[in-house]
Each structure stands twice: as C-alpha cells, then as structure tokens.
C-alpha cells in the first residue's frame, strides 16, 4: 500500500500511537531524580568559575578577553622593599575581582587566557538566586568555591618536564651534570600492557 494509503486508513494513526507507547513502556527509564538525587556530573563539567587570589596579578587578561565583560577587577600597587635591592619593586593587590554570573555564558575563555592558573571550573551548578544581583560573585565567594575545585589531572610521565622543573633540576644538579630531560625520559616509548 503506498504511503499516501497508509495515511488514510481508519485507526492506523491509533495504532501507530500505541506502538509507540508500548515500545517507550518495556525501555529503561532515563529519568533522574534530582533533586532528590545528585546527578553524576563528570569532574570537569562547567557549573561555576572559582578565584585562586593569591595566583592572581592582574594582568587583566581575563577580563580584557571575556566576550560579555562580566569580569571587573580592581586594584592598586604597593612598594615591596627587596633586600640588596637598588629600588623598592611594585606590585599589584587585588581589591576587586567580580564575575556577573547573570551575564557569563561559560564560555571558558577567561579561565584558557589566564596565565597563572588563577581561574578554574568547578562542577558546582547549584547556585541559583532569587534575586538577579546576586549572581555578582565577589572575590570571597569565588575563592569559597575553590574547595569544590578537583584536583587536576597526574602528570604524564612520558611529558615534556616543564622549563621551570628543567631549570630547577640543572641548578639542584650543579655545572655540567645531565639534565633530567636527557637522562629521566625513555628513549623509546614502552609498548601498552596487554
Ligand atoms: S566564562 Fe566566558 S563569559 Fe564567563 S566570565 Fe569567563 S570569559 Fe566571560
Ligand atoms: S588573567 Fe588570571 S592573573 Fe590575570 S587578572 Fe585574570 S585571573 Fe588574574
């Protein structure tokens, strides 16, 4: 029977409803309880960004870069008198540091441009607000959800050391030692374990 008959028979549409409802019915249901139940989100989901301070020196990167300008920062320079040192060097304390949740589209760019591992997701989504100001996360609040940070992924063994670890190496090892970059990787990669 051609298609256009199919459409026409009495009940066929029923019937086809019915099939459907009684294939969905013998499925596994997918539903989640929450909130009743915490969902098992994977460790690096994107709920909410979290401030490490005291990794933090301004460079204004993030900000600069954040596509909705949802990052305000704010901060003066203090003299910091070094030892030996011919003139006092400055640095830049931060005052300010404020995400406008209502207006971020986790995008992620501010946590990739910052330099100094400042910003990071956690896989905290339950934040929600009554009152729309009050997705303004100060520095306090986006410090208090660095607990909820995981802790990042091991190091591959098989990786590049880094330069500051390479630097640190040869100056632990003293003139003319082998690096650890020459001697502490393999030169060839083991094969993988059956
Ligand atoms: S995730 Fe994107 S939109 Fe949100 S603060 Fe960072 S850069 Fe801005
Ligand atoms: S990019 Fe990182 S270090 Fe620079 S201002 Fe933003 S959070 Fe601070």
């Known amino acids: 029977?051609?298609?256009?008959?199919?459409?026409?028979m009495p009940g066929q549409g029923l019937i086809n409803g019915l099939a459907v409802t009684l294939k969905t019915m013998t499925k596994r249901s997918s539903t989640q309880q929450y909130p009743d139940v915490e969902p098992d989100l994977p460790p690096r989901s994107r709920?909410?960004?979290a401030?490490?301070?005291?990794?933090?020196?301004?460079?204004m990167l993030?900000?600069?870069?954040?596509?909705?300008?949802?990052?305000?920062i704010d901060s003066h320079k203090e003299e910091v008198v070094v030892p030996g040192a011919a003139r006092a060097r400055q640095r830049n304390v931060l005052d300010k540091f404020d995400i406008d949740f209502s207006l971020?589209?986790?995008?992620?760019?501010?946590?990739?441009?910052?330099?100094?591992?400042?910003?990071?997701?956690?896989?905290?989504f339950e934040y929600a607000e009554t009152d729309v100001l009050n997705l303004l996360h100060?520095?306090?609040?986006?410090?208090?959800w660095m607990r909820t940070?995981?802790?990042?992924?091991?190091?591959?063994?098989?990786?590049?050391?880094s330069k500051e670890e390479a630097t640190a190496a040869r100056k632990?090892?003293?003139?003319?030692?082998a690096t650890p970059a020459k001697t502490a990787r393999p030169a060839v990669r083991p094969e993988p374990e059956k």
């Open 1 to 8: 029977m051609s298609e256009q008959g199919d459409r026409h």
């Open 47 to 49: 709920g909410v960004i």
């Open 51 to 59: 401030l490490l301070e005291e990794n933090c020196t301004v460079c």
């Open 62 to 72: 993030c900000a600069r870069e954040c596509p909705d300008w949802c990052i305000y």
């Open 104 to 124: 971020c589209m986790y995008c992620g760019i501010c946590i990739e441009v910052c330099p100094f591992d400042a910003l990071h997701w956690t896989p905290e």
């Open 138 to 144: 100060d520095k306090d609040r986006l410090g208090d």
């Open 149 to 161: 940070v995981p802790p990042p992924p091991a190091h591959d063994v098989l990786g590049e050391p």
């Open 172 to 177: 632990a090892a003293g003139p003319g030692a």
